[in-house]
């Protein structure tokens, strides 16, 4: 078997964002082995990742991070090098619906990943890395003005970003009290490819395909940051090798955006991908009961990151909208094998009886 330079655990690779780091290491890395762990849950998606199947530099394996014992057994089988952690229950509105997950996986979870590595890297740290991949949420709401920075102070609200600052905190204690080298990065709202369609965008891109109302929550005022996922794959790449060790980065794609006008200029790209005639997909738009707890606005700082690591975002924010639609309506298929079963029940719950 070939020797490999590091082998490297990413955890939630069948997911979103988890599927587009795993692709960029294991084409950019081939003398790492990327081992890619990931529960399959409803979110999780092994049609994400076909094009790697065959790639000599990869692996799946299908475990749940709660099982610590099983993440125990795995450091000791596979002597992972690092540990990039992105495996997470990541729906806000779900967390609304069922906290419990989000904490079993999002913070019993990541303890169980911090022990293992904790126990298995205890007598040599060089050239091992825990990275934690957190959300902007972490830092609560701003008003009109203003950006979080990596000081801001946490101040969750959501069962998600509540237990995904309880794990950034989990992370730091094992750092400062066990030297565990490790390294955070939070980042904004994520659109692109393979996106589940119960977040903004695919589900507005779906529903628009599908002829069915676009539900905006409250009046659509609320702000997010968007940034095209390759670009934050390409981010914790950079973070991964160059990051300090014990620091957190923000990464954010200084592309702030009022739902209501992401939602109208989505609306339009759509009409005019379709050849529908312009203004057909607005008509959808339909103000419903808004979501609990609904923080304000995110926009992030993310100058430490440009500054340390050069890093910037490439693609505006027209490119990506309309690169993402392109995607979704190529890839209908997926759509319609990710919309069934499962989530249609979901949907019921979230929209029909709201
Ligand atoms: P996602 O929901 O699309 O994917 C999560 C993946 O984790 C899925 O493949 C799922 O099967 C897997 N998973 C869930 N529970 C598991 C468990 N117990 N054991 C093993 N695997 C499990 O999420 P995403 O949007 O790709 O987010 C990935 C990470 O990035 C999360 O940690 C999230 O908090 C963070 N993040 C997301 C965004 C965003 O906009 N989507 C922005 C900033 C940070
Ligand atoms: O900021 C980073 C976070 O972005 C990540 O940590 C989360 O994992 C990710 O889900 C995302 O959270 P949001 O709650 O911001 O994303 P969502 O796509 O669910 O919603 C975006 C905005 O759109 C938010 O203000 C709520 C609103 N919305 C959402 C849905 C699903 C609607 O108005 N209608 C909807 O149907």
Known sequence: MKDFKK??????????????????????????????????????????????????????????????????????????????????ESHVDRSIANPMEFIMTNIVGTVNLLNAAKFHWQNDHSGKLFFHISTDEVYGSLGEEGFFTEETSYDPHSPYSASK????????????????????SNCSNNY???????????????????????????????????????????????????????????????????????????????????????????????FVKDRAGHDLRYAIDSGKLQRELDWTPSLQFEQGVSLTVDWYLNNQDWLDEVTSGEYLKYYEEQYVKR
């Open 165 to 184: 600052a309880s794990s950034d905190h989990l992370v730091r204690a094992y750092h400062d009290t066990f030297g565990l080298p490790m390294v955070i």
């Open 192 to 286: 692109g490819p393979n996106q589940f369609p119960e977040k903004l965008i695919p589900l507005f891109i779906n529903n628009i395909r599908n002829n069915k109302p676009l539900p905006v929550y409250g009046k659509g005022e609320n702000v997010r940051d968007w940034l095209y996922v390759v670009d934050h794959a390409n981010a914790i790449d950079i973070i991964y090798h160059k990051g300090r060790i014990g620091e957190t980065y923000n990464i954010g794609g200084n592309n702030e955006w009022k739902n209501i006008d992401l939602i109208r200029v989505l609306c339009s790209v759509m009409d005019e991908k379709l050849k529908r005639p312009a203004g057909t997909s607005e008509k959808l738009i339909t």
């Open 7 to 88: 082998h490297i655990l990413i955890t939630g690779g069948a997911g979103f964002i988890g599927s587009h780091v795993v692709r960029l290491f294991v084409n950019k890395y081939p003398d790492y082995c990327i081992y890619n762990l990931d529960k399959l849950t409803y979110a999780g998606n092994l049609a994400n990742l076909k094009d790697l199947e065959d790639k000599p530099n990869y692996r799946f394996i299908k475990a749940d991070i709660v099982d610590g014992e099983h993440m125990l057994n795995l450091f000791a089988e596979h002597k992972f090098d690092g540990v990039i952690h992105l495996a997470a």
